[in-house]
């Protein structure tokens, strides 16, 4: 069935309850919870579904193990709770992975504080799909992992955690659910401004990219901004003409993904930066 594609002039004509700004996996996810509670919300971005953050994510469903070390405990149990969410409902995308960590002397974190943090994250996700984690000793380590450089290598722990291959085709299938739900989504429209009145934002200004658009307001009581990197964009648009502080820093971490070969191991390595 053909889908009609909104225009800005229909969003002026229509109640939302609710307008996401975003449709990477944040506000795709956002939007379809909100459309399947009877919401009628409003998912709007200035490229494609999943075209940004979504798009250079490192492609990890993962717990938090490293929140750990800053005593997030909060923020891994409900990462955790995310995780197996994910695996329930889209196993087709969202697959287990394992993960191994080796130790060598010297390394940061030492055994026995991976152990610790090891058990600490299998208890706060007591109630996962996965295997619990393992700890190898030196030999173990090499017969699983030929290639680990042997010097001074003490051991490695196994751990598990998720990956989805297309994670925009994640952040697809929620949007097109949130759709198919009752929610209207445009792409291609960018938010040029927040509309506030009497010091609430109730709305955004919208122009859309595509040819013979045009621009026009769109209403609601609620306005979510989860537009990645240009979340301080968003809100400099709110008419407030403050200089506050940037909410938004970037980060950079480094992935190396590798085409299959012989001896190559079957976990994925979580080595420690020298």
């Known amino acids: 069935?053909?889908?009609t594609r909104p225009t800005v002039a229909d969003l002026a004509r229509e109640p939302f309850d609710l307008i996401v700004v975003g449709a990477g996996i944040n506000g795709a996810g956002i939007a379809r919870d909100a459309a399947l509670r009877g919401l009628r919300t409003?998912?709007?971005?200035?490229?494609?579904?999943?075209g940004g953050t979504t798009s250079w994510s490192t492609r990890l469903v993962h717990g938090g193990l490293r929140y750990l070390e800053h005593r997030e405990?909060?923020?891994?149990r409900e990462s955790l709770r995310e995780r197996e969410r994910l695996l329930r409902l889209?196993?087709?995308?969202?697959?287990?992975?394992?993960?191994?960590?080796?130790?060598?002397?010297?390394?940061?974190r030492g055994p026995w504080?991976?152990?610790?943090?090891?058990?600490?994250?299998?208890?706060?996700?007591f109630d996962k799909s996965l295997k619990r984690h393992r700890m190898l000793g030196r030999a173990k380590a090499l017969r699983r992992a030929p290639g680990l450089d042997p010097t001074n290598l003490l051991g490695a722990a196994v751990y598990y955690d998720a990956q989805v291959t297309f994670a925009e085709r994640l952040a697809v299938e929620n949007a097109l659910d949130a759709r198919d739900h009752g929610a209207?989504?445009?792409?291609?429209?960018?938010v040029d401004r927040l509309l506030v009145e009497a010091g609430a934002v109730r709305g955004v200004a919208v122009t859309d990219l595509l040819d013979g658009g045009g621009s026009g307001d769109a209403r609601a009581p609620v306005v979510v901004n989860v537009?990645?990197?240009?979340?301080?964009?968003?809100?400099a648009g709110d008419g407030s003409g403050s200089d506050?502080?940037?909410?938004?820093?970037?980060?950079?971490?480094?992935?190396?993904?590798?085409?299959?070969?012989p001896g190559a191991p079957e976990d994925a390595l979580y080595v420690e930066a020298r």
Not at 113 to 125: K, T
Not at 227 to 235: E, K, N
Not at 246 to 261: D, L, Q, Y
């Open 184 to 190: 209207t989504l445009l792409t291609h429209a960018r």
């Open 113 to 125: 504080l991976i152990r610790l943090g090891m058990v600490a994250y299998d208890s706060l996700s």
């Open 1 to 3: 069935m053909a889908v």
């Open 244 to 261: 506050a502080p940037r909410m938004i820093g970037g980060t950079k971490g480094s992935h190396v993904v590798v085409g299959p070969f």
């Open 227 to 235: 537009a990645g990197p240009w979340v301080d964009r968003v809100l």
């Open 42 to 50: 409003l998912l709007l971005d200035k490229g494609d579904v999943g």
């Open 90 to 108: 889209a196993p087709h995308l969202v697959k287990p992975l394992s993960l191994l960590i080796p130790i060598y002397r010297g390394d940061k």
């Open 73 to 76: 405990v909060g923020l891994v």
